[in-house]
């Protein structure tokens, strides 16, 4: 089965047509962008998608706290949709300003499965400043989301990005295993004298997913660090991979993680055929 994709759109998310790209790359046949506006006005349903991308941006200028006034939109207009779509075998990704609306939805840790209850934040970064660089990160959980991965690099793009949780509520998150991705010393803070953790984040914390691991929000941009000549260091890379013999890549291990969403769904079609 192909999965049909919606990628959210509307007030200020400005990263459709990246993640769009992303999915359709993957192997995803059906990829909409769709406003939330058309959500609300029955022109579009959830219940017709299997994955739900909710993209980077700035909803609404973040005027009211990053993502918030998004997720109360869709709170208020659309709740009981979300709260279907989740409950049923699908897969949800915020992406930046899309895990800041996540976050503020309550979809994101949901813990004991309490959907709609803000219970993380993400806050301004230690400097102050909205950070613009490329970041390594590590996988720390199972999610369908991340499977293959072990480690992958991308750019990071915000200015409230620093992961808090309370300690009771970051203690119930690990013993979960709702961390999914920290930030590291990789390759590229290597190459760059970069430190490792951008924003001051709480214990590194770069992503988390519900328990389930089929809500997932990240931080950082994959949909922006896809392709080799993305990584800041590929002319490097390139000179390195053809002295050694080695094939030069087309895309990197970020895009990986559209692919296993897309390969969820047909791995579930053939589970499903072989009943």
Known sequence: MKPKVIVFSGYGLNSEEET??????????HVNIVHINDLIDGIYNLSDYNIAAFPGGFAYGDDTGSGNAYANKLKNHLWKDIEKFVNRDTLTIGICNGFQILSNLGLLPALEYRYGEKQVALLHNTQARYIDRWADLKICNDSPWLKKIKVFSTAI?????????????????????????????GEICEYQNLPANPTGTLEDIAGITNKSGKILGIMPHPERGMFFTHLPQWTFLKEKYKRQGKKIPKYTKALQIFKNAVEYFNKLSEVTQNL
């Open 20 to 29: 769009k790209y992303a999915f359709e790359i993957a192997g995803a046949k």
């Open 157 to 185: 793009s915000h200015g409230e990005g620093k992961f808090y949780a309370a300690p009771d509520v970051l203690k119930k998150i690990k013993k979960n295993n709702q961390i999914a991705l920290k930030y590291h010393k």
